[in-house]
């Protein structure tokens, strides 16, 4: 019996009506396992992901099969997303018994949840023997099976293992990783690494927050380069907005079509700081861009954000998004069909499959002529509209707690420099969702689909992701109520997921066991929740002025202080929030009787250091500590700039703020 159609998880309710019978995540399985003495087969994926689509289709959905799922195991369904906790055992299992790992995962298990063989994707002939293998060696050889279940959980234990060395993050380890983003740095196409090659938004986060705080005009470069070169890449939608999940290639030119809900929010943040500190007119337009995208492709009915689009339309990747130069034609007629081709880099040769092209922007757009400019924006359109018109890729909209986090923030720092109503309403609407739904009895859910809490319990990456954005909400709205809800969730991630040296672990120390107790502090294709932990702890201290915040916050970063400034590709925001730290970061409190268009707060959004709090509002606003006794100036404006709770003179003048601001 198949026990996945209640799910509240669209991936498993993907494989709700394969012939195997499935059970979700629960006790209630290793139960049957142990009843039936039969390994368990634990089978983890997500709904946007391309192989497992194809392992469902070729494996899950195959009768022949489905009997031997059946009659030799109990099998078990993890939407990664719902339980990243479960997820994060298990891939290390995976990695150290093959050196790699992914999705689909698949791992045979003893019905006490120990891994004993691990693998990814296996076409269906492979698979069918794997089980046929495993349910052998399992009747006949069960000692050596046991002898190997414990064998990697003693390894994936040391590789989870806290109590490991620390030591501050100094200013000298900050500029080791920024010098070692330098070496690994692709000078020709941008990013780091090659194929295939992922947007590292979260080191462009630090190595801006580096050349503010050094000047290096070394890592702006790097920055600047490596931003043209996605947008202008197919990895970006160049008629919709929006980032794939990463380029197959080298070269940003064709994506594996995913568009996941974080790496945009992080993309977002990215791009707005770049067109902060540069005034850069693409930057500007793709941080526009991708914050519509969020809201208006990924939004949900009840107010919160999908989790992402699948790569897959009707079973083929690239389905919605590739064009020939005949179909440019045909929607534009001859003249403006060769214009596109033109523009978006779309031959006869092709750069996709069957001759198709993944549209590239290879002209520039934002600094031209208005008559060129407004003839891009007819011929987008214009693409767009044929193009709603094809089938288009499922969505995952289930609203997972620390990427709502993440897109709150991002939609905050875009809305403290464009004043855009659109984007403050998205984050508002967003942050209510997860105060009002996610948070249950004062802990946090992990996800909510159609406006239903789901049973999973919120990891440390929630508290931390969901802290840091409800510390941004209260820094657009001056309520306090978003400042109260911040320190509610850091004290349980202090009570409850605290390590003994200083770290944090991911799970609670009440939530469920599994066969090890994960505690990941590197920064993958999401914050770390260390590291997310931490930007929150700052960003509450610098609020408040309470210490004990920044203290753990210091001693969180010293085990990872370590590994900063040798595997700096893993630990981009824990350096960011290294460089708030030493930036101060500054808390800047504008006290008005006008807010909006106050030139002051504007000054201060533009010019803010790596990490400042900024606050605006009346003298001593109920419920915002940074205007608690700060009167105006002679009945103006005052801004005043203090770091690490050392306050400049207040100031008038907007020159005056820039000038504290820079250090002068």
Same mark, same amino acid.
């Given at each position: 019996? =198949?026990?996945?159609?209640?799910?509240?998880?669209?991936?498993?309710?993907?494989?709700?009506?394969?012939?195997?019978?499935?059970?979700?995540?629960?006790?209630?399985?290793?139960?049957?396992?142990?009843?039936?003495?039969?390994?368990?087969?634990?089978?983890?994926?997500?709904?946007?992901?391309?192989?497992?689509?194809?392992?469902?289709?070729?494996?899950?959905? =195959?009768? @022949?099969?489905?009997?031997?799922?059946?009659?030799?195991?109990?099998?078990?369904?993890?939407?990664?997303?719902?339980?990243?906790?479960?997820?994060?055992?298990?891939?290390?299992?995976?990695?150290?018994?093959?050196?790699?790992?992914?999705?689909?995962?698949?791992?045979?298990?003893?019905?006490?949840?120990?891994?004993?063989?691990?693998?990814?994707?296996?076409?269906?002939?492979?698979?069918?023997?794997?089980?046929?293998? +495993?349910?052998?060696?399992?009747?006949?050889?069960?000692?050596?099976?046991?002898?190997?279940?414990?064998?990697?959980?003693?390894?994936?234990?040391?590789?989870?293992?806290?109590?490991?060395?620390?030591?501050?993050?100094?200013?000298?380890?900050?500029?080791?990783?920024?010098?070692?983003?330098?070496?690994?740095?692709?000078?020709? =196409?941008?990013?780091?690494?090659?194929?295939?090659?992922?947007?590292?938004?979260?080191?462009?986060?630090?190595?801006?927050?580096?050349?503010?705080?050094?000047?290096?005009?070394?890592?702006?470069?790097?920055?600047?380069?490596?931003?043209?070169?996605?947008?202008?890449?197919?990895?970006?939608?160049?008629?919709?907005?929006?980032?794939?999940?990463?380029?197959?290639?080298?070269?940003?030119? +064709?994506?594996?079509?995913?568009?996941?809900?974080?790496?945009?929010?992080?993309?977002?943040?990215?791009?707005?700081?770049?067109?902060?500190?540069?005034?850069?007119?693409? &930057?500007?337009?793709?941080?526009?861009?991708?914050? &519509?995208?969020?809201?208006?492709?990924?939004?949900?009915?009840?107010?919160?954000?999908?989790?992402?689009?699948?790569?897959?339309?009707?079973?083929?990747?690239?389905?919605?998004?590739?064009?020939?130069?005949?179909?440019?034609?045909?929607?534009?007629?001859?003249?403006?069909?060769?214009?596109?081709?033109?523009?978006?880099?779309?031959?006869?040769?092709? @750069?996709?499959?069957?001759?198709?092209?993944?549209?590239?922007?290879?002209?520039?757009?934002?600094?031209?002529?208005?008559?060129?400019?407004?003839?891009?924006?007819?011929?987008?359109?214009?693409?767009?509209?044929?193009?709603?018109?094809?089938?288009?890729? &499922?969505?995952?909209?289930?609203?997972?707690? @620390?990427?709502?986090?993440?897109?709150?923030?991002?939609?905050?720092?875009?809305?403290?420099?464009?004043?855009?109503?659109?984007?403050?309403?998205?984050?508002?609407?967003?942050?209510?969702?997860?105060?009002?739904?996610?948070?249950?009895?004062?802990?946090?859910?992990?996800?909510?689909?159609?406006?239903?809490?789901?049973?999973?319990?919120?990891?440390?990456?929630?508290?931390?992701?969901?802290?840091?954005?409800?510390?941004?909400?209260?820094?657009?709205?001056?309520?306090?109520?978003?400042?109260?809800?911040?320190?509610?969730?850091?004290?349980?991630?202090?009570?409850?997921?605290?390590?003994?040296?200083?770290?944090?672990?991911?799970?609670?120390?009440?939530?469920?066991?599994?066969?090890?107790?994960?505690?990941?502090?590197?920064? =993958?294709?999401?914050?770390?929740?260390? @590291?997310?932990?931490?930007?929150?702890?700052?960003?509450?201290?610098?609020?408040?002025?309470?210490?004990?915040?920044?203290?753990?916050?210091?001693?969180?970063?010293?085990?990872?202080?370590?590994?900063?400034?040798?595997?700096?590709?893993?630990?981009?925001?824990?350096?960011?929030?290294?460089?708030?730290?030493?930036?101060?970061?500054?808390?800047?409190?504008?006290?008005?009787?006008?807010?909006?268009?106050?030139?002051?707060?504007?000054?201060?959004?533009?010019?803010?250091?790596?990490?400042?709090?900024?606050?605006?509002?009346?003298?001593?606003?109920?419920?915002?500590?940074?205007? &608690?006794?700060?009167?105006?100036?002679?009945?103006?404006?005052?801004?005043?700039?203090?770091?690490?709770?050392?306050?400049?003179?207040?100031?008038?003048?907007?020159?005056?703020?820039?000038?504290?601001?820079?250090?002068?």
């Amino acid at each position: 019996m =198949n026990r996945l159609a209640d799910a509240t998880s669209p991936y498993l309710l993907q494989h709700a009506e394969n012939p195997v019978d499935w059970w979700p995540w629960c006790e209630e399985a290793f139960a049957e396992a142990r009843r039936r003495d039969v390994p368990v087969i634990i089978s983890v994926g997500y709904a946007a992901c391309h192989w497992c689509h194809v392992m469902a289709h070729e494996s899950f959905e =195959n009768e @022949s099969v489905a009997a031997l799922m059946n009659g030799d195991f109990v099998s078990i369904k993890v939407d990664r997303e719902e339980r990243p906790d479960v997820d994060a055992v298990y891939m290390t299992a995976t990695q150290a018994m093959t050196g790699q790992g992914g999705w689909p995962m698949t791992v045979f298990a003893t019905p006490d949840g120990t891994p004993f063989f691990c693998g990814t994707y296996f076409p269906r002939d492979n698979f069918r023997q794997l089980l046929q293998s +495993v349910a052998t060696a399992w009747r006949d050889q069960r000692e050596a099976v046991l002898r190997q279940g414990a064998a990697v959980v003693e390894a994936i234990g040391g590789a989870q293992a806290v109590g490991g060395p620390s030591t501050p993050l100094e200013a000298t380890l900050l500029d080791a990783a920024a010098a070692q983003l330098a070496e690994e740095y692709d000078e020709t =196409n941008g990013g780091f690494g090659g194929a295939p090659k992922f947007p590292p938004h979260m080191n462009l986060l630090f190595l801006l927050r580096h050349h503010q705080r050094t000047g290096s005009d070394r890592s702006l470069e790097i920055v600047r380069h490596t931003c043209e070169a996605m947008a202008r890449g197919g990895i970006y939608d160049q008629l919709a907005g929006g980032f794939a999940r990463y380029s197959v290639d080298g070269h940003w030119t +064709v994506p594996h079509f995913e568009k996941m809900l974080y790496d945009n929010a992080l993309l977002l943040r990215t791009y707005t700081q770049l067109w902060r500190l540069t005034g850069d007119p693409l &930057a500007a337009r793709i941080a526009a861009e991708t914050a &519509a995208f969020l809201i208006d492709d990924l939004g949900t009915p009840e107010g919160g954000l999908a989790s992402a689009l699948d790569a897959d339309t009707e079973g083929v990747e690239g389905l919605t998004y590739s064009w020939t130069p005949a179909q440019l034609t045909e929607v534009l007629g001859a003249e403006e069909g060769g214009f596109a081709a033109d523009l978006f880099a779309v031959t006869e040769t092709g @750069s996709f499959e069957h001759g198709t092209s993944v549209l590239r922007l290879a002209r520039d757009v934002d600094d031209v002529d208005p008559a060129v400019a407004a003839r891009w924006e007819t011929v987008r359109a214009r693409l767009r509209e044929v193009r709603d018109t094809r089938p288009q890729p &499922a969505r995952d909209d289930k609203v997972v707690a @620390s990427w709502n986090g993440l897109a709150v923030t991002a939609l905050v720092e875009h809305t403290a420099l464009t004043g855009d109503p659109v984007t403050a309403a998205a984050a508002t609407r967003i942050a209510e969702v997860l105060a009002q739904r996610h948070l249950v009895d004062g802990r946090l859910r992990r996800v909510s689909r159609a406006g239903v809490v789901g049973a999973p319990a919120g990891v440390l990456e929630d508290y931390g992701c969901v802290a840091e954005a409800f510390c941004a909400m209260h820094q657009l709205t001056g309520e306090g109520r978003w400042l109260e809800l911040a320190g509610r969730l850091l004290d349980v991630a202090l009570e409850r997921f605290a390590a003994p040296d200083g770290g944090f672990y991911d799970t609670a120390d009440d939530a469920e066991r599994l066969v090890t107790r994960p505690a990941d502090p590197t920064d =993958n294709a999401t914050p770390a929740g260390r @590291s997310a932990v931490v930007a929150a702890l700052v960003a509450y201290t610098a609020l408040t002025g309470e210490t004990r915040y920044r203290e753990a916050a210091e001693a969180a970063l010293a085990t990872v202080a370590p590994i900063v400034g040798r595997h700096a590709r893993f630990t981009g925001y824990s350096a960011a929030v290294g460089e708030a730290l030493l930036s101060g970061p500054y808390e800047i409190a504008v006290v008005t009787d006008q807010p909006v268009g106050d030139l002051l707060i504007a000054a201060a959004h533009r010019h803010a250091p790596p990490g400042a709090v900024i606050v605006a509002g009346r003298p001593d606003q109920p419920g915002v500590p940074l205007l &608690a006794d700060r009167p105006m100036v002679e009945g103006r404006s005052t801004a005043y700039a203090c770091r690490g709770f050392v306050c400049e003179r207040p100031v008038t003048e907007v020159a005056d703020l820039v000038g504290q601001l820079a250090g002068r």
